[in-house]
Structures are given as structure tokens and as C-alpha cells.
Nanobody, 121 residues
Framework: QVRLVESGGGLVQAGGSLRLSCAAS????????MGWYRQAPGKQRELVAT???????NYSDSVKGRFTISRDNGKNTVYLEMNSLKPEDTAVYYC???????????????WGQGTQVTVSS
């Protein structure tokens, strides 16, 4: 059983910062790509940032220069440091991990339960 547990969401004023964490647990080898997506009310889920098991990262244009994704491969944990937050960053943030589940050969995507981030103006 693979499980992703997120933490670190909350309410913050515009211009503030938050740090999200997501830990993957279960009997699997290291995750390929881990990342963060978000979904605002009435909108589709969108990519925020991803990080491979190496050093490659990818960010949406809307968060470049403000958010930083990082990973601790030894702990199967991914972080999202969010600075200069804006009201339009308000959304439920979901952790994603692409990994090979126990007993299988092909990777698949796993999702966390989501954590609310609210930025007040």
C-alpha cells in the first residue's frame, strides 16, 4: 500500500510564505517524479511544480521565481516552499508521486488527500 501524506497548508496574508511537505510511505523503490498540483474552486487541477529523482525541476509560469520544489530522496519526501504568496494562489494543493508499486513493473501516479492553502488580500 502506497500512501502520500501532506502537511503545511493554512491561511496566510498576501506576501507571506508557507512550506508544504509530502511524505510517501509503503514498500516501493524510490519515486520517479514527485510534484505538486493545485485546484482552485471552479477550476481544473493544474501543475504547480515537479521534481525528478535527480535534479531536474519544472514550474508553472505562474509560480516561477516565487515557489521552490525540493526532494529528500532518502525520506521519499517532497517539499514546496512558497514565497510572495498571492490571493490567486488560493487552492487545494495535491501531492503527486509517480512510482512502481509493490509487486508491479510499471509506474503509476499516486495522489495525496490535498491540503488547503488560503491567501488573504
Amino acid at each position: 500500500q502506497v500512501r502520500l501524506v501532506e502537511s503545511g497548508g493554512g491561511l496566510v496574508q498576501a506576501g507571506g510564505s508557507l512550506r508544504l511537505s509530502c511524505a510517501a510511505s509503503g514498500s516501493f523503490r524510490s519515486a520517479n517524479t514527485m510534484g505538486w498540483y493545485r485546484q482552485a474552486p471552479g477550476k481544473q487541477r493544474e501543475l504547480v511544480a515537479t521534481a525528478t529523482s535527480g535534479v531536474a525541476t519544472n514550474y508553472s509560469d505562474s509560480v516561477k521565481g516565487r515557489f521552490t520544489i525540493s526532494r529528500d530522496n532518502g525520506k521519499n519526501t517532497v517539499y514546496l516552499e512558497m514565497n510572495s504568496l498571492k490571493p490567486e494562489d488560493t487552492a487545494v494543493y495535491y501531492c503527486n508521486a509517480n512510482l512502481v508499486p509493490p509487486g508491479m513493473f510499471l509506474p503509476r501516479d499516486y495522489w495525496g488527500q490535498g491540503t488547503q492553502v488560503t491567501v488573504s488580500s
